[in-house]
């Protein structure tokens, strides 16, 4: 039997299950939301994380939303519609692909003539959201494992895998397809601090795939590059505007060093993460709470009072970026043109 998708709608009790990711790797938990308010709290506190799987994430939320409601007026139903979206996008401001599937639901829902048929459009949406991220991960793999020589080793940080979308992953679809063509892929996993997706996430999928896996503190990989140990670095994306690619803290750091060795320094997303309507500037980055730098779980790791500063997000400039991989194709520079054909896709005009 497959494994369970990430996050899956159950028509049965029209509710969204998924995994819990802030209990990997100790434990593995399928958790249910059955109201929007619940969802929201699990994407605050990460149990879903992950840009594409925030994606579906927002997008069943406005199914959830739907189904739930008792309203019989369309009018206060799409007022209803409208709050749960809003509450749903304040959850967490980086990641465009929450607002995105939301936004992608709410407008179908919008054009419906009745309440009735607005629920069924919602789950239907929310459904085809999450459907087309497991191709759309399959497509990207296909293109990205092409830049993989036979045999190598590869950097990557946080996770952009299975855990971060419906299926199979992004950065580390790309892995997967590699591996299943036969390629000797050797991963090289960044731990990620503060909240350890690296160690918790991609550690945990990849040898549970039994994908050669080795875990580092985010301060060694500089020093591997030095000594010639890393071939080529893949990393997802959360939003990628017209001059920078916004993905976990510490990125940016990873690409400044693979320039400097010549490593290259590829980019996985799909392009429902292009924001091409923007810049670096008109993005809020994300600071999570002091508690996650100040302490590991009970005990503290920083004095009472101390100042801390703990950005979730940092951005790349696109100079540094080789190519980046999508569905449609590997974009390479100058991304000014390589980005047109982004702009016909969905989910670039935002
Ligand atoms: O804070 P998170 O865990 O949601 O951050 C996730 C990342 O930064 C991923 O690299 C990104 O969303 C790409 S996922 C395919």
Same mark, same amino acid.
């Given at each position: 039997m497959p494994d369970p998708y990430t996050i899956a709608w159950d028509a049965e009790t029209e509710s969204i299950v998924y995994i819990d990711q802030t209990l990997l790797p100790g434990r593995y938990e399928q958790m249910r939301c059955t109201t929007v308010e619940d969802l929201a709290r699990a994407i605050r506190r990460l149990e879903?994380?992950?840009?594409?799987?925030?994606?579906?994430?927002? @997008?069943?939320?406005? *199914?959830?939303?739907?189904v739930r409601s008792t309203e019989t007026d369309l009018g206060r139903f799409l007022g209803e519609i409208?709050?749960?979206?809003?509450?749903?996008?304040?959850?967490?401001?980086?990641? %465009?692909?929450?607002?995105?599937?939301?936004? /992608? +639901?709410?407008?179908? %829902?919008?054009? @419906? @003539?009745s309440v009735a048929e607005a629920k069924a459009i919602a789950v239907a949406e929310a459904n085809a959201v999450a459907e087309e991220d497991e191709l759309t991960c399959r497509r990207l793999g296909a293109f990205g494992e092409e830049l993989f020589p036979a045999e190598c080793t590869v950097l990557t940080h946080c996770n952009a895998g299975a855990l971060a979308c419906r299926c199979w992953g992004t950065a580390l679809g790309m892995i997967r397809s590699a591996v299943a063509a036969g390629k000797n892929v050797r991963v090289i996993a960044c731990e990620t601090r503060p909240l350890n997706q690296g160690s918790r996430l991609t550690c945990w999928e990849l040898a549970r795939d039994k994908i050669d896996v080795t875990l580092i503190p985010d301060s060694s990989a500089a020093y591997l590059m030095r000594k010639g140990k890393?071939?080529? +670095?893949?990393?997802? *994306? !959360? /939003?990628?505007? /017209? !001059?920078? %690619?916004?993905?976990?803290?510490?990125?940016?750091m990873h690409a400044v060093s693979a320039h400097h060795h010549g490593i290259p320094f590829y980019v996985a997303a799909p392009v429902s993460t292009f924001d091409l309507a923007r810049t670096e500037k008109d993005i809020t980055v994300e600071e999570r709470d002091r508690a996650e730098l100040a302490y590991c779980g009970e005990r503290m790791l920083a004095p009472d009072g101390v100042n801390v500063l703990n950005y979730a997000f940092d951005a790349t400039p696109l100079d540094l970026v080789d190519a980046i991989i999508t569905e449609i194709g590997v974009l390479r520079p100058p991304y000014a043109e390589s980005f047109r054909l982004v702009g016909k896709g969905e989910g670039a005009q935002r």
């Open positions: 879903v994380r992950g840009a594409p799987a925030l994606g579906i994430a927002g @997008a069943m939320g406005v *199914a959830l939303a739907a409208r709050r749960a979206a809003d509450l749903l996008k304040s959850t967490r401001p980086t990641a %465009v692909n929450l607002a995105w599937g939301i936004d /992608r +639901v709410a407008r179908k %829902v919008a054009m @419906a @003539a890393i071939d080529l +670095v893949i990393v997802g *994306a !959360d /939003r990628i505007t /017209r !001059d920078a %690619v916004f993905n976990k803290i510490g990125t940016y």
